[in-house]
C-alpha cells in the first residue's frame, strides 16, 4: 500500500435503507501532478468515533478490495478539519494581496493572444511574458493594447504577469523609425526554430553612423534560413534606451558559391517536406522543408525547376537545401516537344555498391531503392526512312522518366519517348516513356546457389550474375537446376515463375581434363553484374604445362576443345604474358568457402558450348596448409580454437562448428585444451575466417617418455589423499603465506592439529 496525505474528502460514506455502507470519494494530487479520485467506505476510517466531514484534509492508504479487485482508501485518518482549513485559505489569499500592493507595476504591449493565454512585451525589457485571461482584471485585450501587471514567479521558476489591467491608448510609447535597409552580421537558422529562440544581428547606418541591431525569430517575416550577408528591410524600434529591429524581411540574397539547380522529384502526401534532384550531380538527392520556400504564394509541385542552397543539417547527417527559388519552365530542363521510338537495350538498375548483397538484402529493403544509387537504363533509337546513317545511337533513361513508373519497360520493349536536354550538363535522356508494345518474355535457365529464410539467389546460365528470388516453400534446393524470366521493378534485377528442371538440363559447358595451379588476383563481389565474377590468374608454368599436356588420347568431343586452350595459352606464353580466367560460385567444389585476393587454388577449365572459346574455372578448391591449435572454449555447438601461428588470417582465434569435427578412430569429443590440427577457411558471407576439417590430435606420450617414466623407482613411503586442502568457504587454495625455514627448525600452525597420530620427524 502506498501513503498518501493531506488529501481533501469531497463526499462522505453513508448508510442506504439496506443498512449496507455507501462508499465516500476522495480527491489527490498523484505523484505525476494529475488529480485523480478513490472511494472509501466507513468501514475504512481510521476512528470510527471521528469520520471525515466535507472538505477535511485526511491522510489515507491506497490498496486493492479483494472481492471486486477495486482500488479502494484505507485507514483514512483526518489531518485537518475544514473550518481551520477555510480560515488558513483566507490568510493566504490576505498575504497575496499585501504582496500584491507591495509589487511594483510593469507596462507593456500585448504583443499575441491565444485562447486563453496571451504575450505581453514588457516596456522595462525586451522580453516577453506570459499572462492567464483568469488574471484580466476587466475588459477583453486587443493586440496592441497598453496594460500595467505585476510580475510573480511560478512554480517552475518562470515569471508571469498577474492582475493584467487596461491603460488608455498610447500610454505605454514605442518608437519606431521608417522602414531601412541593412546587412545581416549574424543569421538565423530554421532547423533550430522552436527548439531554443535565436538573435540575429544585423549593421546599418543610422544618423550617419553604423550601429549594430539585434533581431530574433518573431522580428523575422519568413520561416526560412537567414544568411550573413543578406540584405534585409526593417524598422528600428526604440525602448527606455534599448533599440531593436522588428518587421525584419528579405530584400536581397547573398551571393553563394553552394547554389545550385535542380527539379522537385518527390513530395510527401500530408507532410511539409520532399526532395530536389540536383541536376549538376544526377546522383544527388537534397532533402529540403516547406519553410524554405521562397515564394509568397504557392507551395512547390513535383518537376518544378527550383534554384536553391545545400547545406549541412546540424541534427541529422544529411544535405538540405533552404532558400529555395522557383525558376521559369525550361530553364534546368529541355524537353522535346515530338516523340521518338526506340527499343529498349536494358533496364535501370541499382548501381555499384547497392545490388542485392546476401549479406544486406531483406524482403522488406528489396522494394526500397535510392534515386541516387540507380544506374540509367539504355533505349536504342530507331531512325525515320532516310535518315540511318549507319550508326546506332543509344540514349539513357531513370526509372522516374517513364510514364508509368508501376510497368518499367524490359529490354526487348518497344517504346516512344520524349527528348531531354539538361542544360546544366549537356546531357541527352529520355523522358516520358511510354510500352507500344512489349516484348515477349523469355524465359532462361540457372542453378539454386543460395536459399535464406525467405529469399535465395540464382546463377544464371550464362554465369554472368546472381539473381535475387523470392522462396514461398521450401520447394528448392541448393544446385536445383531452374528456369524463370526476368524482371526489373525499383531498379532490383530479380527472378519470378521459377520452375525445377530435371537434372542435366542446364549444361552449357565442356570441362576439360587436367587440374591447373593459379592464384585468385580477384574475388568474387556483388557490387555490380559487371564485377560479379572473380579472377584467376594462371602463371606462365601452368600455361608450359598446359600446351606440354597436349596428347593423342583426348577424346574427339574433347579435341576441339582442347586444341583452342592451347592455342590461347601458347599466344600469352608468346607475349610473355599469363592468362586469367573467371570463376563464380558454381565454380567452387565447397560453396562455403570462397578463395580471397592472392590465395593459391586448384582448378579445372571449362568452355562453354555456344562459342569454344569463353573460359571458366570449375571444380575449384583452395590450396590449404595444416594449421594447429587448442581447442579455447566450447558452446553448444560451436567453439573457437587458439593458434599457435596468427601469421595467415591474422586472428588469434578461430570460430569452428562442431559439424566440421571429423570423426577419427569413432572419437568426436573435444575438450577445452585439446590439440587439434584444421584447415582455415575465409566466410565471404560473415566476412571472417573460420576453422574446417577440425580433427583431434592424440595426447598419448611418446615412447621414450612413456618407457622412461616405466623404467623409473619411486623412492619413499607410498602415500594416498585422503582429503584435497580446501578453504573454509569449500575453494582450493592456502590463505598461509609461504615461510622459508632451515633444515631443523619447525613452527607452530594455527589452530587445532586433527591427526595425533605421530610421524618421522625425519622424514
Not at 601461428?645 to 562448428?657: A, C, I, P, R, V
Not at 602415500?719 to 632451515?742: H, M, Q
Request: aromatic share 8%.
Amino acid at each position: 500500500a502506498r501513503q498518501n496525505k493531506a488529501r481533501r474528502s469531497r463526499s462522505l460514506p453513508q448508510s442506504n435503507q439496506r443498512g449496507v455502507a455507501e462508499m465516500g470519494r476522495l480527491s489527490y494530487q498523484h505523484e505525476n501532478g494529475e488529480s485523480r479520485s478513490i472511494m472509501f467506505p466507513l468501514n475504512n476510517v481510521a476512528d470510527k468515533r471521528y469520520p471525515p466531514q466535507q472538505d477535511d484534509m485526511v491522510s489515507f492508504f491506497i490498496g486493492v478490495e479483494k472481492l471486486s479487485n477495486r482500488q479502494e482508501a484505507f485507514n483514512v485518518t483526518v489531518v485537518e478539519s475544514a473550518a481551520s482549513h477555510s480560515d488558513q485559505q483566507q490568510q493566504q489569499q490576505s498575504q497575496q494581496s499585501q504582496q500584491s500592493q507591495q509589487s511594483p507595476t510593469v507596462r507593456g504591449l500585448v504583443r499575441d493572444l491565444r485562447d486563453t493565454f496571451g504575450f505581453i512585451e514588457r516596456a522595462d525589457t525586451r522580453a516577453r511574458i506570459f499572462f492567464h485571461f483568469s488574471e484580466l482584471l476587466g475588459g477583453d485585450p486587443q493586440v496592441g493594447d497598453s496594460v500595467e501587471f505585476i510580475v510573480r514567479e511560478q512554480q517552475d521558476g518562470r515569471n508571469c504577469a498577474c492582475r493584467v489591467g487596461g491603460l488608455p491608448d498610447g500610454t505605454v510609447k514605442i518608437e519606431e523609425t521608417a522602414e531601412r535597409v541593412g546587412t545581416v552580421e549574424v543569421g538565423l537558422d530554421s532547423t533550430r526554430k522552436g527548439e531554443e529562440s535565436q538573435t540575429g544581428r544585423l549593421k546599418c547606418v543610422m544618423n550617419g553612423r553604423n550601429e549594430i541591431l539585434e533581431f530574433n525569430d518573431r522580428d523575422f517575416d519568413g520561416n526560412f534560413t537567414v544568411l550573413p550577408g543578406d540584405r534585409v528591410y526593417f524598422r528600428c524600434q526604440g525602448r527606455g534606451g534599448y533599440r531593436k529591429a522588428v518587421g525584419v524581411s528579405l530584400f536581397e540574397l547573398v551571393e553563394s558559391d553552394n547554389r545550385e539547380k535542380g527539379i522537385v522529384t518527390s513530395l510527401k502526401d500530408g507532410s511539409h517536406f520532399g526532395f530536389i534532384r540536383c541536376c549538376s550531380r544526377d546522383d544527388l538527392r537534397v532533402f529540403f522543408h516547406y519553410n524554405e520556400w521562397l515564394e509568397a504564394k504557392g507551395r512547390p509541385n513535383n518537376g518544378d525547376e527550383v534554384d536553391f542552397e545545400y547545406v549541412e543539417s546540424h541534427s541529422q547527417n544529411q544535405r538540405r537545401a533552404i532558400r529555395i527559388k522557383l525558376l521559369a519552365p525550361g530553364t534546368v530542363e529541355e524537353v522535346s516537344e515530338e516523340f521518338s521510338h526506340g527499343v529498349v537495350q536494358s533496364a535501370p538498375r541499382l548501381g555499384r555498391g547497392a545490388t542485392s548483397s546476401r549479406a544486406s538484402i531483406t524482403s522488406a529493403s528489396f522494394n526500397d531503392s535510392r534515386e541516387r544509387e540507380m544506374e540509367p537504363g539504355t533505349i536504342r533509337i530507331n531512325r525515320k526512312a532516310g535518315e540511318d546513317d549507319g550508326s546506332v545511337d543509344l540514349i539513357n533513361y531513370f526509372e522516374r522518366d517513364c510514364a508509368d513508373t508501376r510497368t518499367v519497360p524490359h529490354p526487348g520493349d518497344e517504346v516512344i519517348f520524349r527528348v531531354c536536354q539538361n542544360k546544366c550538363n549537356s546531357q541527352v535522356t529520355a523522358v516520358k516513356v511510354s510500352i507500344i508494345r512489349a516484348a515477349e518474355m523469355q524465359q532462361e535457365l540457372g542453378i539454386v546457389v543460395a536459399l535464406k529464410s525467405n529469399f535465395g539467389f540464382i546463377e544464371t546460365s550464362d554465369h554472368r550474375e546472381q539473381l535475387y528470388f523470392k522462396l514461398k516453400s521450401d520447394e528448392f534446393t541448393v544446385m536445383d537446376e531452374v528456369s524463370f524470366i526476368v524482371c526489373h521493378r525499383s531498379g532490383r534485377t530479380f527472378a519470378e515463375d521459377i520452375q525445377v528442371l530435371s537434372k542435366g538440363t542446364v549444361d552449357t559447358e565442356i570441362t576439360l581434363d587436367g587440374m591447373l595451379e593459379g592464384a585468385v588476383v580477384k574475388p568474387i563481389t556483388d557490387e555490380s553484374p559487371d564485377r560479379y565474377a572473380g579472377l584467376i590468374e594462371i602463371p606462365t608454368s601452368s600455361l608450359e604445362t598446359l600446351v606440354g599436356s597436349k596428347t593423342e588420347s583426348c577424346s574427339t568431343e574433347l579435341q576441339p576443345y582442347q586444341d583452342t586452350i592451347i592455342s590461347l595459352a601458347s599466344e600469352a606464353l608468346a607475349a610473355g604474358q599469363s592468362m586469367t580466367v573467371p570463376f563464380t560460385t558454381l565454380s567452387l567444389a565447397d560453396i562455403r568457402a570462397t578463395p580471397q585476393k592472392g590465395e593459391q587454388v586448384f582448378f579445372s577449365l571449362s568452355v562453354r558450348k555456344s562459342d569454344g572459346r569463353t573460359l571458366r574455372a570449375v571444380e575449384l578448391s583452395q590450396k590449404k596448409s595444416v594449421m594447429r591449435g587448442r581447442v579455447d572454449s566450447l558452446k553448444d555447438e560451436f567453439g573457437f580454437i587458439s593458434l599457435e601461428d596468427s601469421s595467415q588470417t591474422g586472428n588469434e582465434k578461430l570460430f569452428f562448428h562442431l559439424s566440421e569435427v571429423i570423426n577419427q578412430d569413432g572419437d568426436l569429443t573435444l575438450e577445452i585444451g585439446d590439440s587439434v590440427e584444421f584447415t582455415a577457411m575465409f566466410n565471404s558471407r560473415r566476412n571472417k575466417w573460420q576453422a574446417n576439417n577440425v580433427h583431434k590430435v592424440s595426447d598419448q606420450r611418446p615412447d621414450r617418455l612413456s618407457r622412461k617414466l616405466e623404467s623409473s623407482v619411486l623412492q619413499g613411503p607410498r602415500v594416498s589423499v585422503r582429503r584435497e586442502p580446501r578453504k573454509p568457504d569449500g575453494t582450493t587454495g592456502f590463505n598461509l603465506p609461504l615461510i622459508e625455514r632451515a633444515q631443523g627448525e619447525y613452527y607452530d600452525l594455527p589452530g587445532p592439529v586433527e591427526s595425533s597420530e605421530s610421524c618421522d620427524t625425519k622424514e
